[in-house]
């Protein structure tokens, strides 16, 4: 039921886990753990994560509705387990999160190759486009005469920083709990899509983003989170590539596309679609708003970087939801192979 999904979920990661094996030996860097010793070692790190997301559903719940009560919560503990945790839900689960970090992992190593790979870079090109459009002026001066540089320079911040955890709780919640398998194997593979896009139009057009190939721009920002880690960044990707001795560590600059930008669309749309609650669907469209604003106020991207993650979104979404069978049908417009199927059957219940 779900073939056409699961392939593209392990064609994503074969192809970006080839593509990150091929890359490594080409820019002369072995491949690396982009997540260090977080959670052990990377054969130990799968096994936690999978027992993770089962347990994130299995242990407080069981906690909760047996009131903490000993002796009821085997029953609920088994009960859960027989009526949610079927063999379809651990597929879900297990090859979604083996997929998602596979590509992940992938795509963080096959970035860290690309100064090494191609010496090229286009801000240049990319600043004039966006000053086009602004009728010569910056988009980030714009932005901070706008907005300033005191309090909206930190909600900035922390709104572009909770990208961070973002991703993997999002995952992790439509693999688990989503009621709809479907929205599972949407969600994971529209993402295993917007990450490999996110890959290509690294190599596509490579830049730095305009806080690093201009900083005079950004010089009057306070010293906000999100300045901070764009200057540990920024100084990662010197030491990796002027040191030797560094050779366990992968470097994270790369302007276009703005997968800031993309991921928090996508995962707005996903939210559009699946959940019901509108004070839900409303935040997730300003959490994406608010993070596009950020990313050209802290300059980690341009205008032209946060077009294209927005189209990465828009094709990662579609095409995911085809392999899973979506049916994108405007709202009051009639999908006649629906209502076909309905008056066949009202028709073989009337001969009967």
Not at 173 to 200: C, D, K, P
Not at 309 to 330: C, D, E, N, P
Request: hydrophobic share 50%; aromatic share 14%.
């Amino acid at each position: 039921m779900y073939r056409r999904a699961q392939l593209l979920l392990i064609g994503m990661a074969l192809l970006v886990g080839t593509g990150a094996i091929v890359l490594s030996r080409v820019s002369g860097h072995g491949l690396v753990d982009p997540e260090g010793s977080f959670l052990g070692p990377s054969w130990l790190r799968l096994p936690i994560l999978l027992g993770g997301a089962i347990g994130a559903d299995l242990i407080p719940r069981t906690l909760w509705v047996s009131r903490f009560k000993p002796k009821e919560m085997r029953a609920v503990f088994m009960e859960r387990i027989r009526t949610h945790w079927t063999r379809d839900r651990l597929t879900l689960v297990a090859l979604g999160v083996i997929c998602f970090y596979v590509v992940y992992v992938g795509y963080r190593n096959m970035k860290s190759a690309l100064p090494f790979v191609i010496s090229t870079k286009y801000d240049r090109d990319l600043e004039l486009i966006d000053t086009a459009i602004l009728f010569g002026h910056h988009p980030g001066v714009v932005m901070q005469n706008i907005f300033g540089d005191s309090f909206m320079a930190y909600f900035f911040s922390y709104v572009y920083l909770w990208f961070l955890p973002l991703v993997p709780i999002a995952v992790t919640i439509w693999l688990v709990w989503s009621r709809n398998l479907a929205y599972g194997y949407w969600f994971v593979g529209s993402q295993t899509i917007a990450w490999t896009l996110g890959t290509v139009s690294y190599y596509a057009l490579p830049t730095l983003g305009p806080g690093i190939a201009y900083p005079w721009y950004y010089a009057t920002e306070p010293n906000t989170p999100a300045k901070q880690l764009m200057d540990s960044l920024v100084h990662g990707r010197q030491n990796i590539r002027w040191s030797d001795s560094i050779v366990d560590a992968v470097q994270s600059v790369a302007g276009f596309a703005s997968l800031h930008c993309g991921i928090t669309m996508l995962t707005a749309l996903m939210v559009q679609f699946t959940v019901q609650n509108r004070l839900i669907r409303i935040f997730f469209w300003c959490n994406f708003g608010i993070t596009a604003l950020a990313t050209l106020y802290f300059g980690w991207h341009s205008l032209s970087d946060d077009i294209a993650g927005v189209m990465i979104a828009l094709v990662s979404f579609y095409v995911a939801g085809l392999a899973t069978g979506q049916k994108f049908v405007r709202k009051g417009e009639r999908d006649l192979e629906v209502e076909g199927a309905q008056i066949e059957a009202q028709e073989i219940a009337a001969r009967t």
